[in-house]
């Protein structure tokens, strides 16, 4: 049990649309990260929120984007959804920032753009 | 550029058997980490062992072994008694010391599907 939720567990929506995922970070964890896996494919870096500010961001367009509550809980925002955005995303929150902090990952959200 | 090179799409083993599944990586930073992770067709990306560069000691937990070879960039997985369980997709993973703009992230390779048969 590693203690980080994701919801909703599955969602359809069709192009065009706007979408929010939501994570809940494991006790005690300041970081949290989104990455995208689409099928068949290794995850990608989204981007990173530490203490509620972007540390980090992977090759996505700005219709991508990410909050970070003083909790530590995080959502992903995607407007304007495109076919290609079907995907499992994936949120992992780590204690801190370092390169030895292990990142712990939810169950991830099922994305199917129609 | 930073990279993770998983060589073997896909492995087979017999129950109760060792494997290794490769992996190896390409970073011009002094400090970094390394993990291993499970991702059964659930999809949760499932922790299991983690190496840093500056470790002398090759990291064990349980039947999970990370076999480190810092000159050689590679840093592979053995799985001991492999049990049926253990059928799922293998990422290998590095994180880097950076902070800043992509500090922190992991970069994946392409993963490696094992297949345990009984």
């Known amino acids: 049990e590693t203690g980080v939720t994701q919801s909703p567990t599955h969602l359809i929506k069709t192009r065009g649309q706007q979408v929010t995922l939501r994570c809940s970070s494991q006790?005690?964890?300041?970081?949290v990260s989104w990455y995208q896996q689409a099928l068949g494919q290794g995850p990608q870096f989204i981007f990173q929120?530490?203490?509620?500010?972007?540390?980090g961001r992977g090759n996505f367009p700005p219709r991508f984007s990410g909050l970070q509550f003083p909790n530590y809980s995080s959502e992903l925002n995607v407007n304007a959804l495109e076919l290609d955005d079907s995907a499992l995303y994936l949120c992992a929150s780590s204690p801190g920032r370092g390169a030895q902090e292990t990142q712990y990952f939810g169950p991830g959200t099922r994305l199917l753009v129609l | 550029a930073q990279k993770i090179t998983q060589t073997q799409p896909g492995m087979f083993v017999q129950e109760k058997e060792a494997v290794t599944l490769d992996c190896t990586y390409d970073t011009s930073d002094q400090s970094y980490g390394l993990f291993w992770y499970k991702q059964p067709s659930s999809g949760e990306m499932i922790f299991l062992i983690y190496?840093?560069?500056?470790?002398?000691q090759n990291a064990t937990e349980g039947r999970y072994s990370l076999n480190f070879q810092k000159a050689r960039k590679s840093a592979n997985l053995v799985i001991s008694a492999s049990q049926l369980g253990d059928s799922a997709m293998y990422f290998c993973?590095?994180?880097?010391?950076?902070?800043?703009?992509?500090?922190?992230?992991?970069?994946f390779g392409q993963g490696t599907e094992l297949s345990v048969k009984p």
């Open positions: 993973a590095m994180r880097e010391g950076k902070i800043g703009n992509q500090g922190g992230k992991l970069i």
């Open positions: 006790s005690g964890h300041n970081t």
């Open positions: 190496q840093g560069s500056y470790d002398e």
């Open positions: 929120y530490y203490r509620e500010e972007e540390n």
